[in-house]
């Protein structure tokens, strides 16, 4: 329980202040600024990490969680409590923000930009989230990230895919994140791919490290 706590902590605080700062910038008209919300999800994913990485492996993702199961590095039976708390976190953060900034349209969901067609979002989106997965399968202890590389590295690729990535997709990465805004605001138009592409994402990631790496990626002591 003082894992799964943990991981709702944890996704609750990434969410409340990642997509909080989508929602201050959108209804401040810009304040924050595109590269304030990128530093932002980087900080708060580092901070995370640093705080619950010794309890709960500090994944707060469904697709971060489905990738060390399939590298059997975390137990499936463990896969689906740990879903339902991460996505009880961001349903949480959402709502928070939704009775803070009810003006607010779209409470940082995420979406394709205009022009930018769904099915490039999705490559896109599976794209982000396989260097994410990479990154955190190679600075990790078994399913966990723990210490200062791991709160470092994962939080640094997340600010860089954010910024460069962010204006095409919103740069989720992350199916429990665009799951919550998507269902509060009411625009699930794209959520799809949202929840699909993060997943393919990062078991592709975890077949290019076995391919690498051996037998490393499958093992808890790595």
């Given at each position: 329980m003082k894992k799964?706590?943990?991981?709702?902590?944890?996704?609750?605080?990434?969410?409340?202040?990642?997509?909080?700062?989508m929602t201050v910038n959108e209804i401040t008209g810009g304040a924050v600024t595109h590269v304030g919300i990128a530093i932002t999800w980087g900080l708060i994913v580092m901070a995370m990490i640093y705080a619950f990485g010794e309890i709960s492996g500090a994944h707060f993702n469904p697709a971060v969680t489905i990738g060390f199961a399939f590298a059997k590095r975390f137990s499936w039976k463990d896969v689906p409590m740990y879903i339902i708390?991460?996505?009880?976190?961001?349903?949480?953060?959402?709502?928070?923000?939704?009775?803070?900034?009810?003006?607010?349209?779209?409470?940082?969901?995420?979406?394709?930009a205009d022009g930018f067609e769904p099915y490039k979002a999705f490559i896109l989106e599976?794209?982000?989230?396989?260097?994410?997965?990479?990154?955190?399968?190679?600075?990790?202890?078994?399913?966990?990230?723990?210490?200062?590389?791991?709160?470092?590295?994962?939080?640094a690729v997340i600010l860089l895919e954010a910024m460069f990535a962010g204006p095409m997709t919103k740069a989720s990465m992350n199916?429990?994140?665009?799951?919550?805004?998507?269902?509060?605001?009411?625009?699930?138009?794209?959520?799809?791919?949202?929840?699909?592409?993060?997943?393919?994402?990062?078991?592709l990631a975890v077949i290019s490290c076995k391919l690498v790496k051996d037998d490393q990626c499958c093992n808890e002591d790595c």
């Open positions: 799964l706590i943990a991981e709702l902590v944890g996704t609750f605080s990434m969410v409340f202040c990642g997509c909080g700062a708390f991460q996505i009880l976190g961001a349903f949480l953060a959402i709502t928070i923000l939704w009775v803070l900034f009810p003006e607010s349209q779209s409470f940082g969901h995420t979406y394709p599976l794209l982000l989230t396989f260097f994410l997965m990479v990154v955190i399968i190679n600075v990790s202890t078994g399913s966990k990230e723990i210490g200062t590389m791991a709160a470092i590295a994962v939080g199916p429990a994140r665009s799951l919550a805004p998507a269902v509060i605001s009411g625009n699930l138009q794209h959520l799809w791919l949202y929840l699909s592409a993060p997943v393919i994402g990062a078991i």
